[in-house]
């Protein structure tokens, strides 16, 4: 999408492990582009259901949720935080437990209306880099730049074992791998908003390529 003002959007979806937020993050700050991390928004819905203690198997009260719930995402000092109902849940939306529970939120296709609606008014309003899984084909299927990022499932699996360790999380590599799997199966098969490349994206296999290698890949092609 580019309007008349040179307002443009750079849409990166993939799989998790792929290196997308790393990059997206990167690629917004060289180009002074907004950023957003729209899985923070679905894990934002889903931490409130938690905490509510919602039914998360029906979807018309996870629907009137996303209605009545409101997600925001502000870059303070360079860091991205997550405002939920004007309370900064940044720190309490990465948990195993929560990140296990999203799929039962982005599977309900009410929630992803009420989601997409809030991601194309963000967008509407300056150029931005948005990431995640369906942005390419239903947030912005008109976006100017388009890239789908993707890695062998062993080695997105061995990011996220790196990525936990450093966090002091002991979870073995086997575990991590059958849940990337999991995860894949859910996020690519989904009836609304799967997982997938949009014929038009660039793709860009991010299993040899360090994570400057993939930046210079996608700024190349902006400019
Ligand atoms: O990118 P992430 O791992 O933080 O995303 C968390 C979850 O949200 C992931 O399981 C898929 C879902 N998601 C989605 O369904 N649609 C998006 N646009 C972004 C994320």
């Known amino acids: 999408m580019q309007n008349k003002s040179g307002h443009f959007i750079v849409a990166i979806d993939g799989p998790a492990g792929s290196g997308k937020s ?20 679905y894990r934002a819905l889903t931490l409130k259901a938690m905490r509510q203690k919602l039914n998360l198997g029906d ?5 009137e949720l996303a209605r009545s719930t409101k997600i925001d995402l502000q870059s ?6 997550v405002i ?15 990140t296990n529970n999203v799929k039962h939120i982005a599977c309900v296709p009410g929630v992803r209306h009420e989601m997409v609606m809030l991601q194309r008014d963000i967008g509407k309003r300056s150029s931005a880099v948005l990431e995640g899984r369906d942005i390419g084909t239903v947030v912005f299927p008109d976006a100017k730049f388009k890239f789908y990022l993707d890695a062998d499932v062993e080695e997105r699996a061995k990011r996220r ?3 936990l360790t450093a966090a002091n999380q002991k979870i ?11 995860r894949d ?20 296999d991010t299993t040899h390529l ?12 902006i400019k």
């Open 22 to 41: 790393t990059v997206s993050k990167l690629v917004a700050e060289k180009l002074g582009l907004l950023y957003i991390d729209t899985g923070a928004m």
């Open 172 to 182: 073995n590599y086997k575990d991590i791998k059958d849940d990337v799997v999991k």
């Open 59 to 63: 979807g018309d009260e996870l629907t």
């Open 76 to 81: 303070i000092s360079g860091k991205l935080k």
């Open 185 to 204: 199966a859910s996020d690519m098969n989904r009836n609304v908003g799967a997982l997938k490349k949009a014929t038009d994206a660039i793709l860009i």
């Open 84 to 98: 939920m109902d004007e309370e900064d849940v940044t720190a309490f939306i990465r948990t195993p437990e929560l």
């Open 161 to 163: 074992h790196i990525e």
């Open 210 to 221: 360090s994570i400057n290698g993939v930046v210079e890949k996608l700024l190349k092609n």
